[in-house]
């Protein structure tokens, strides 16, 4: 099982409050892992180390056997690797095809290039993605009209539209009204089989987490706590202490 | 990108009004050669503040850099300039027509070329500004920039430097100018018309409403944004050259970088027409200017307290400006619609 992502013993610090103590964990290249932990253990900060929005303090972060600790958030974007945001952001003034068409990969776009025009296939395949989360008829809106489900799905295809190696989701159903909820894992996992992408999931929602990763780490205390399959997880009693404030 | 009948006869109204205005009211042909500098300025300044997000309130800063080079050129080509300039105007020049051109032409093409590297020289200090702080750090340069040129012997200092007068009939000359910037009008329009249907507008207006998201997208925003400062300068450049040779005389706080005069409408008119949009900024000028100009016709000793009151009025409660007032009201004129077919259907159908 090849790691896509490798994180060693990083440590990050916010003034005196310690977010990240010493981590580490594997990203399983082609899988689905996910990442759990009760709010402010320190899920959303380990993402923002890895996609370069902060600098660590210690500890090494590679990515496809390539040290991205160093590098900024475009140049991680370029890479590859791609995060989904908590509080979802998307193009709000822009419509739907709008926000599709400029999420295309940035990795090899020239000089040249960013002075033409979309070409037909990505028109298409920017139609069909807004098509497979459901929102082919709302194209033409501005995608700040849109509701915060709705967002979230433009912000998923958008993210697809990017094609990228592996995905970090930060907490994709929250917000979803929950009869939603099956057909976006669907989808997840689809993005997944289909489009070969490798997915990171923070998901605080245990039904859908246990249903869509195949390992799962849990953080507590801003230290790893567990890590393991669904089932594992589900009956470890740190893991349950922690949820439950034993502590 | 295919141009509709009604667009077309349009485009056609306005070039036809715009050639024939000067020969039929001759009178006011001052004033109509101001308003293709608003329009320019209008769209300029669009393009950062409107498309890309980024409210500059320095942009004057190349209208003057361009006049000034320009001048310099000019001057140089004939003349020591610090000579020229030392004298105050006690050496007058006399070119012949073809010397006027060429200096002309020459130093136009120096100061739009001089205002890009500026802006590229630049943006590595204010784009690592957000927000207001960009706006207050652009502002910062525009009036440095007033006050430096005014304390610099070489090219006159405070008392500015007299150029060339047009060689001719006084009349030929203000037609030249009109036709002059109506022409750098149209070209900075359809340019900025292009590049908006572009990758790069799309990539703009992405900076624009959450650069965070677009620098996680993988976007390299500061070329982007370089790029933008670049091509408002440009324009800026070549209008601040025709500027100070239509005024004949150029100084540093009143002409060159004449923030309160300038400077500030850039931002009125193009919130007022609707910023953001292509059309906006160009009836954001036009109204303005017609605005100002009745102002200091009819309530001369209250024109700057009658258009300080058009700003507050647009800043507080028509910040959308007319087209986005129009777009919210009349979405679907805007293609902004639900369309309930399916991609498949569509496709079959296309």
């Known amino acids: 099982m090849a790691a896509m992502i490798e994180v060693r013993n990083v440590s990050k610090a916010f003034g005196g409050v310690q977010a990240n103590r010493s981590i580490s964990l594997d990203v399983a290249k082609g899988k689905i892992t996910g990442l759990i932990g009760p709010n402010g253990s320190g899920k959303t900060t380990l993402f923002n180390s890895i996609v370069g929005y902060?600098?660590?303090d210690e500890g090494s972060i590679k990515f496809e056997g390539k040290e991205i600790s160093k590098l900024r958030v475009p140049q991680i974007a370029r890479l590859g690797l791609l995060r989904t945001f908590q509080q979802t952001r998307i193009y709000g003034k822009m419509n739907c095809i709008k926000n599709m068409l400029i999420s295309v990969p940035h990795r090899s776009m020239g000089l040249i290039e960013i002075f033409g025009d979309h070409s037909a296939q990505e028109l298409e395949k920017a139609e069909h993605l807004l098509e497979f989360v459901g929102l082919y008829a709302k194209r033409k809106l501005l995608a700040g009209d849109l509701s915060f489900g709705q967002q979230k799905l433009l912000e998923f295809a958008m993210a697809l539209m990017n094609q990228p190696r592996i995905l970090?989701?930060?907490?994709?159903t929250a917000g979803?009204?929950?009869t939603l909820i099956n057909g976006l894992i669907d989808r997840l996992k689809r993005a997944n089989t289909e489009f070969g992408i490798t997915l990171f999931v923070i998901e605080h929602n245990m039904r859908v987490i246990m249903n869509l990763a195949e390992n799962i780490y849990c953080l507590a205390h801003s230290e790893l706590l567990a890590e393991g399959s669904p089932e594992k997880i589900q009956k470890d009693k740190r893991v349950i202490d922690a949820y439950l404030g034993a502590h | 990108m295919s141009i509709s009948r009604r667009t077309l006869g349009l485009y056609g109204g306005i070039a036809i009004a715009s050639l024939v205005a000067p020969f039929v009211f001759d009178n006011y042909i001052s004033q109509l050669t101001v308003l293709w500098v608003m329009v320019l300025f209008a769209i300029t300044w669009d393009a950062m503040g409107g498309q890309m997000g980024y409210n500059s309130l320095g942009n004057i800063f190349f209208f003057g850099a361009g006049m000034y080079i320009s001048a310099?050129?000019?001057?140089g080509l004939h003349y020591?300039?610090?000579?020229?300039?030392a004298a105050y105007g006690a050496i007058k020049v006399d070119f012949t027509q073809a010397q006027y051109h060429v200096g002309l032409v020459l130093g136009t093409i120096v100061a739009a070329l001089g205002s890009v590297a500026l802006a590229v020289a630049l943006s590595w200090v204010v784009f690592g500004l957000r927000g207001p702080y960009f706006a207050i750090g652009t502002l910062g340069i525009a009036l440095a920039a007033g006050e430096l040129v005014g304390a610099w012997e070489y090219v006159g200092a405070g008392s500015g430097i007299s150029l060339p007068v047009f060689p001719g009939e006084p009349e030929v000359g203000e037609r030249f100018f009109y036709f002059?910037?109506?022409?750098?009008?149209?070209?900075?329009?359809f340019f900025f018309r292009w590049l908006y249907g572009t990758r790069f507008g799309l990539a703009i207006n992405a900076i624009r409403d959450d650069e965070e998201k677009a620098e996680a997208m993988g976007i390299r925003t500061m070329r982007y944004k370089t790029i933008t400062w670049s091509l408002s300068a440009f324009f800026l450049g070549i209008c601040g050259s025709l500027f100070g040779n239509y005024n004949i005389f150029i100084e540093p706080l009143e002409v060159a970088f004449a923030t309160v005069?300038?400077?500030?409408?850039?931002?009125?008119m193009a919130l007022l027409g609707g910023k953001g949009t292509l059309w906006g900024p160009v009836i954001g000028a036009v109204l303005y200017h017609v605005i100002k100009e009745a102002t200091w016709k009819y309530f001369l000793g209250w024109q700057w307290v009658a258009l300080g009151l058009l700003i507050v009025v647009t800043v507080v409660f028509f910040q959308q400006g007319i087209m986005g007032w129009a777009q919210d009201k009349w979405p679907e004129l805007f293609g902004i619609e639900v369309e309930e077919d399916s991609a498949e259907g569509d496709r079959e159908a296309a």
């Not at chain 1, 970090?168 to 994709?172: A, F, G, Q, S, V």
């Not at chain 2, 310099?72 to 001057?75: F, H, T």
């Not at chain 2, 020591?80 to 300039?85: G, K, P, R, W």
Request: hydrophobic share 60%; no cysteine; proline share 10%.
């Open chain 1, 168 to 172: 970090l989701l930060d907490e994709p």
């Open chain 2, 180 to 189: 002059a910037f109506f022409i750098a009008a149209v070209l900075s329009f």
């Open chain 1, 176 to 178: 979803i009204n929950p």
């Open chain 1, 54 to 56: 902060h600098p660590i």
């Open chain 2, 72 to 75: 310099v050129v000019q001057i």
């Open chain 2, 80 to 85: 020591d300039v610090a000579e020229y300039t």
């Open chain 2, 261 to 268: 005069v300038f400077g500030i409408p850039m931002v009125v």
